[in-house]
């Protein structure tokens, strides 16, 4: 395991260490997030069932 | 290969595939519609078992039945309220106690797997009422454990955060078949009513405490759960297949939202959509869980407000996660779950830029709390995603292995 949001605690406690406040850490999760909107985006119109599938 | 459940719709009623449905019957079959991503069409797995017994089923019922459940297994959230009276009376330390409540969680995410492959066997109300004796039983065992520190981890722990997986994921997966209509909605109802069983079950928990002891208390909640869990699930069902609501004719923009065939789940794991949506889900936790972490030291660090003011936050944040999931959910029924998780993604990198600037305590509540809508948001609109994609079937799997990107957040976060 170690998925979901142990990066999120991780990084934001390492930088808040690391620099003494939460700025960084906050800015950092906010260029994440801007980049991670691609996701959703890159979605838009994808549906699965105009892909072929592998049968099981 | 795994059949779609009918064994859980229980007999009153009786139709042959390809006939029309009783009058009573609530909803429509379209079975020409649904097909399995083999190929093979929803009539040929009808076939199989011969025939699909249905009785009239009232959806919204379901729906209730569901937040019922929710509402029982949402009261995990609330350990909190057991954490100080279990280390005043045993003198086990702060740590050594919410390790219970990191393995309830841990264990949850392995068992809400399972669940999910498993009521795609036997059916939700089999997966639901095991899953509420687990759960009842494993907090009122817990009761048992004074001094015993190893029976409490076994107790609430494992056994209880089993029964918590194996039924969380039922009333989400069956109840976005009865409602392909608003599933957003309807999963962000089911899963609000996880978020607000904290909410209702620490006052009374906390009052239990005083009048009868805290090991009494953990007795007594057990046995209420597994009532609540139990009936909620004997209500569980799933349609027959392909079946939509009487006289609902989905525009053409959301009928090419919808899967038109059901994804196993080694199907779905064959698609890059699956890793997207995972991908998804992993971000949105991990935005929200940094605030829910960091959230009193940052206001008080941020704004300059007392620990105890700070502390005010994290109540007022919890709220925010709980409405999120119905709010964001019923949106995405309109605008479309893409379309959310982008609203949703932007407005948290707008917060997140701003946040380190705002000294007032109140707009620094005010985006803390729309932050947190988004967190709660994501689970609530997440079910809705992956059954657009993948079909309603096989959901309980496809949806359970997805939750593996929650699961240790909150762990690393509590622990």
Known sequence: MGFGG?????LIARIREATGSYSGALTIIA???????????????KNVRNEPVRAS | MDLPDSSSNTSEETFIPGAQPPSEFTGTRMGHRRRVATGLPAQGLLSARETI???????????????????AFGAVYAWSVFLNPLVKAFGWSNSEVTLTFSIAILVLGFAAFLGGLWM???GPRTVGIVGGLCYGLGVALSSLSADR???????????GGLGLGLGYIVPVATLVKWFPDRRGFITGLAVAGFGAGALLTAPVAAGLIARVGVLQTLGILGIVYLVMVVAGASAMKNPPPGWVPEGWQPSAKKQAQLATRDFT????????????????????????????????????????????????MVGIISISNGLGRLLWAWLSDAVGRPGVFLIMFLLQAMLFFFLPAQRDFAILVTFAFVILSCYGGGFGTMPAFATDYFGPTFVGSIYGLMLTAWVSGVCSVLS
């Open chain 2, 265 to 312: 789940l080694q199907q779905a794991l064959s698609t890059w959509q699956w890793y997207a949506l995972w991908a998804i889900l992993f971000l949105n936790v991990t935005a929200g869980i940094s605030i829910i972490s960091q959230a009193a030291p940052m206001a008080g660090e941020i704004s300059g407000v007392s620990p105890l003011v700070a502390a005010g």
């Open chain 1, 31 to 45: 260029a994440v997030m801007l980049a991670s909107s691609l996701l959703p985006l890159a979605m838009c119109g």
């Open chain 2, 120 to 122: 795609s066997r036997v």
């Open chain 2, 53 to 71: 017994k249905a009785r009239p089923t009232n959806r919204w019922l379901l729906a209730g039945a569901g937040v019922v459940m929710q509402l």
């Open chain 2, 149 to 159: 520190l190893w029976l409490l981890y076994l107790s609430y722990g494992v056994l």
């Open chain 1, 6 to 10: 142990l990066l999120g605690p991780l």
